[in-house]
């Protein structure tokens, strides 16, 4: 959806307004509510609603599938983001924040992989000039998790993964990173605290 400045407060007032009824209904009619993090169980639980209606997803991440991308040695990348690019993603923080790595490691590369409304792209693309980093980043665009060149590949090609993210919801995608072997980067969330990632992230505040 693409949204003028203007229009940007309505919409995101629209946006929780419809995520608060959301979440009202849920408490009041579901039978069974699906979260993906503690924090929002206790968002629920704080709500009224009963534990045994609450069930936490432990997320789809294969350890031992990805276990062989831990054993690639050749790094083309110094760091490697991946999710959509937008404001909750953080990603228009990534060239500014690559800027400065630059400015220390000038041969530093960053490569971004997600996908991107045509605003947004030419929003970040916008960003990279500005700040001078167009040698140093690359933007790959969506990539799947099955075929000749997945994002697994990349992960296992880069020494560093960034999660910029601003949502409260678990990023399965930095799961996914540390599970091919890569230590994280990350704007600090609650889910960080949670036992599946607690090793190998390095928070900074958000």
Not at 6 to 21: C, P, Y
Not at 112 to 134: D, P
Request: proline share 2%.
């Amino acid at each position: 959806i693409n949204i003028s400045k203007r229009n940007n407060k309505a919409f995101a007032v629209l946006a929780f307004s419809l995520q608060r009824l959301s979440v009202y209904l849920a408490s009041k009619k579901a039978d069974l509510i699906l979260v993906d993090n503690q924090k929002t169980f206790r968002f629920f639980c704080k709500m009224g609603v009963q534990q045994s209606r609450l069930l936490i997803l432990g997320g789809g991440v294969n350890f031992l599938k990805l276990a062989k991308y831990r054993k690639v040695r050749r790094k083309i990348y110094d760091a490697v983001f991946a999710g959509r690019l937008d404001q909750t993603k953080g990603a228009f923080d990534l060239p500014l924040i690559w800027a400065k790595v630059v400015k220390n490691q000038p041969s530093a590369r960053l490569v971004i992989v997600g996908t991107a409304t045509g605003q947004n792209l030419k929003k970040i693309k916008r960003a990279i000039v500005e700040n001078k980093v167009e040698k140093n980043v690359e933007l790959l665009g969506f990539l799947p998790h099955q075929g000749s060149k997945t994002i697994f590949d990349i992960f296992a090609q880069s020494k560093v993964f960034l999660s910029l993210t601003l949502e409260g919801g678990r990023d399965f995608v930095l799961i996914e990173a540390l599970a091919c072997g890569l230590p994280v980067v990350a704007y600090d969330q609650d889910f960080l605290r949670e036992e599946i990632v607690k090793s190998g992230v390095l928070k900074t505040p958000s």
